[in-house]
């Protein structure tokens, strides 16, 4: 049975880069949307992007929200069987817990990560 | 402000029937299918739905999806106290390049 699990700093100062990690266990990381959400806290579910690993280091599109795409970065790195999200020039506004998801389908989101509460603050 | 609208509260007894909504357009739920994940007080979100009406194993018949349109509904039927949860739909669109849209949420409340 496939876990995810989301790791990086709790706490990221205004205008840094924030950086998490989701690693992918007891399956393969191929064919596949590895995907970001977020959730600020007390709000609904957001939509971060993914990445779609197809097997090939040549064809893996990537897809943001548009409304964070100039500040996001996701990759995957299957000799750790890992997949990385990077977001840019953060605020307060960024303030959420992050959750990582494989997604048999774009929206179809079928194993989650038990996310990971980032906080941006000075 | 979501792209798909859902109510922001539901609620009902025990043993009773509930429905939450949800609205789209015709770049989204018009034109593409919605999946609905259940999420319990302080725990990940789960996927209850996926392709309008299908049940992931493991997920009770009680609950079930439909899409007529650009609408889509989740339905539960045989109300629990377990079921006490926030529920999401959320679906494909397919403008600006495309992306994913989630609706606001919903609060279920059994009372």
């Known amino acids: 049975q496939v876990q995810l699990q989301e790791s990086g700093p709790g706490l990221v100062k205004p205008s840094e880069t924030l950086s998490l990690t989701c690693t992918v266990s007891g399956g393969s990381i191929s064919h596949y949307y590895w995907t970001w959400i977020r959730q600020p806290p007390g709000k609904g579910l957001e939509w971060i992007g993914y990445i779609y690993y197809s097997g090939s280091t040549n064809q893996n599109p990537s897809n943001y929200s548009p409304s964070l795409k100039s500040r996001l970065t996701i990759s995957v790195d299957t000799s750790k069987n890992q997949f990385s999200l990077k977001m840019s020039s953060v605020t307060g506004a960024d303030t959420a817990v992050y959750y990582c998801a494989r997604g048999v389908g774009d929206s179809w989101l079928d194993t989650w990560g038990q996310g990971t509460l980032v906080t941006v603050s000075s | 402000q979501s792209v798909l609208t859902q109510p922001p509260s539901a609620s009902g007894t025990p043993g009773q029937r509930v429905t939450i909504s949800c609205s789209g357009s015709?770049?989204?739920?018009?034109?593409?299918?919605v999946n609905w994940y259940q999420q319990l007080p302080g725990t990940a979100p789960k996927l209850l739905i996926y392709?309008?009406?299908n049940r992931p194993s493991g997920v009770p018949d009680r609950f079930s999806g439909s899409k007529s349109g650009t609408s889509a509904s989740l339905a539960i039927s045989g109300l629990q106290s377990e079921d006490e949860a926030d529920y999401y739909c959320v679906a494909w669109d397919d403008s600006l390049n495309g992306h994913v849209v989630f609706g606001g949420g919903t609060k279920l409340t059994v009372l």
């Open positions: 392709s309008n009406n």
């Open positions: 015709s770049s989204n739920i018009g034109i593409n299918t």
